[in-house]
């Protein structure tokens, strides 16, 4: 039996997925029902001194051509609505009563956590992560909330810094980094009224979801590289397929926000469970065997002598290969059960083996 629990500084979790500071982690009650759905580990929303006042409209779902489908979101989303004292009284209680380890998360400045981390603990959080956003100061934070509290603390870093000097900065004073915070600032219009789509005071929001995922996956990679404290893979987290991503390039768990935003709470257990699909397909015990087996591959070694390897048994001649082929390289006749490659037009660029959904192109 596949095994996809997971530890890391001192918390055990049954699967890897956990919920991320959002919307879908807004209170007790919904952090009960995403432990109902499946996930591994609770994040609690973050909290301040003084509850948000958010705009709205803050959510605005991020679109494709095609009709319904859907790459992300932008959000002008805040910190809590619901004051700090509600969380210590109830909130934590009622997320608490799932049994799961529960992180509580707090920001912005030194003296906010400061006074807030001594109280998240006592209210019975296993550890906390605080986010700077774009406030920056990340290690004078840590130093402060490190200095209050005893349970561990993780730090969540914006893609829009240095993400490996940060994490090295941060190293001493925390006991995991969270990575990445949402993408900013975005814009998008409804272009029927010509008004931003989001009520903030320039109409910008904040992008997370499928289309922030390459960024993370590269920030994950840089801080895993750069420290040895456990790392925390949030951004674009939709499927088991991601999950193995983040572990390939070293984080020990995943943090979900917008899948379950788009699709609710029993997303965190549709992915722990592909998760554990996929590693009992290709023959794994458990994510320890995968965890940063991409890292190695990651100097210049991934290069693709043309052309690309096929495999018939698996080719079903579906015909996205060509289509994606600028270089007319690819022939494919379903009718006369054909498939070529022209070793001298191709030029080894590798998009077809990453449109392939069958996985029967790979590099030789």
Request: aromatic fraction near 4%; glycine fraction near 10%; proline fraction near 6%.
């Amino acid at each position: 039996m596949v095994d996809i629990s997971t530890e890391f500084a001192g918390l055990k979790l049954k699967n890897p997925v956990m919920t991320a500071a959002g919307p879908t982690s807004r209170d007790g009650m919904t952090l009960l029902n995403a432990a109902a759905g499946g996930v591994g580990g609770l994040v609690a929303k973050t909290v301040s001194i003084k509850p948000a006042d958010v705009p709205r409209p803050n959510m605005a779902a991020l679109k494709e051509g095609r009709v319904g489908s859907r790459r992300g979101i932008l959000n002008a989303e805040l910190w809590s609505e619901i004051p700090v004292e509600q969380w210590l009284e109830r909130e934590y209680a009622i997320a608490l009563s799932s049994g799961l380890p529960l992180i509580a998360s707090v920001g912005y400045t030194p003296e906010e956590v400061s006074q807030l981390g001594p109280k998240l603990e006592k209210a019975g959080v296993h550890a906390i992560e605080f986010s700077t956003h774009y406030v920056g100061g990340h290690t004078e934070i840590a130093k402060a909330l490190k200095e209050v509290v005893e349970i561990p603390i993780f730090a969540k870093i914006s893609p829009k810094v240095d993400v490996a000097e940060v994490a090295k900065s941060l190293e001493p004073h925390v006991d995991g980094i969270v990575g990445i915070n949402t993408y900013g600032p975005c814009l998008r219009i409804d272009i029927e009224t010509g008004k931003p789509m989001l009520g903030s005071s320039d109409g910008f929001g904040w992008m997370s979801g499928v289309s922030l995922k390459p960024i993370a996956l590269r920030c994950v990679a840089d801080i895993a590289r750069a420290v040895n404290v456990p790392v925390i893979g949030v951004g674009g987290v939709a499927s088991g397929a991601d999950v193995i991503e983040f572990l390939m390039v070293g984080a020990s768990a995943v943090e979900v926000c917008t899948a379950s935003i788009l699709e609710g709470h029993t997303v965190y257990g549709r992915i722990a469970g592909e998760t554990a699909e996929w590693l009992k397909n290709h023959g794994y015990d458990s994510l320890e065997d995968i965890k940063g087996v991409a890292l190695r591959h990651m100097d210049g070694s991934a290069t693709l002598t043309p052309p690309p390897t096929v495999d018939m048994e698996k080719c079903t001649l579906c015909g996205l290969c060509p289509k994606s082929c600028v270089y007319g390289a690819i022939t494919v006749d379903k009718k006369k059960d054909l498939f070529e490659i022209d070793k001298d037009l191709c030029e080894a660029c590798g998009m077809c083996i990453s449109v392939c959904p069958y996985h029967a192109l790979s590099a030789n």
